[in-house]
């Protein structure tokens, strides 16, 4: 596999679950960003992990957390989510949190009901 | 605050140019990035401006003035495959900042 890797494509929940997205990269890249897009909305970063340490943390609500185990992984833990949450969530990886391109997954298409 | 404006929508025909503008307004500044998204899919990197001038790059040029905090993306010879959302993006004190985008659409 190349590239990076989001698992589930798609995901319904209701507001009381509790769920996970996963990011995989295999491009040995040492920083990862998890970003929301809503639509007519721009992308919008909500975490920065470079070399596994969280570097950015965007005002994001405390129901969204994130686990960077180590540098190929990310994952985005999910808990009593409001419906505007609804949203496609990207990961996105880069060789390190400087100038360099960031290469996105084909992100997580999250449904609340 | 920060801003980055781009037009919402642009359509051109197959074969034509088109150019999309990005002002943008940060704090910091280290650079203007462009993406293409097509529908459903994953935003791909096309190009990067940390100095004024343009770069080229096949069918895509990128333009950047720093001192109007303004760029461009253009776009030659367009084919139908090129039909997406265009999004520039700037780098602010460590963090990319995305414009809402502009959806091309190309038209035989």
């Known amino acids: 596999e190349t590239g990076v890797t989001q698992t589930p494509r798609h995901l319904v929940m209701g507001m009381t679950n509790k769920k996970s997205l996963k990011c995989e990269q295999h491009l040995g890249h040492n920083a990862m960003y998890w970003y929301k897009q809503s639509a007519k909305k721009p992308l919008e970063l909500m975490f920065v992990y470079n070399f596994k340490e969280q570097t950015e943390n965007n005002s994001v609500p405390s129901r969204f957390s994130p686990e960077c185990p180590n540098s190929s992984h990310l994952f985005l833990h999910l808990h009593t989510l409001q419906p505007e949450d609804s949203a496609l969530y990207l990961c996105a990886s880069s060789q390190d949190d400087g100038d360099q391109p960031q290469h996105f997954g084909d992100g997580t298409r999250l449904s609340i009901l | 605050g920060q801003s980055l404006e781009q037009p919402s929508e642009v359509t051109a025909v197959e074969g034509a140019i088109v150019q999309i503008n990005c002002t943008y307004q940060t704090s910091g500044f280290y650079g203007l990035s462009w993406y293409q998204q097509h529908d459903g899919g994953a935003p791909t990197f096309l190009s990067y401006?940390?100095?004024?001038g343009l770069e080229e790059t096949g069918r895509f040029s990128s333009f950047l003035s720093r001192s109007d905090s303004y760029g461009y993306l253009l776009l030659q010879e367009l084919q139908m495959k090129d039909s997406a959302s265009y999004f520039c993006a700037v780098r602010d004190w460590g963090k990319l900042i995305f414009g809402q985008g502009t959806e091309l659409s190309v038209k035989p």
């Open positions: 401006n940390a100095l004024d």
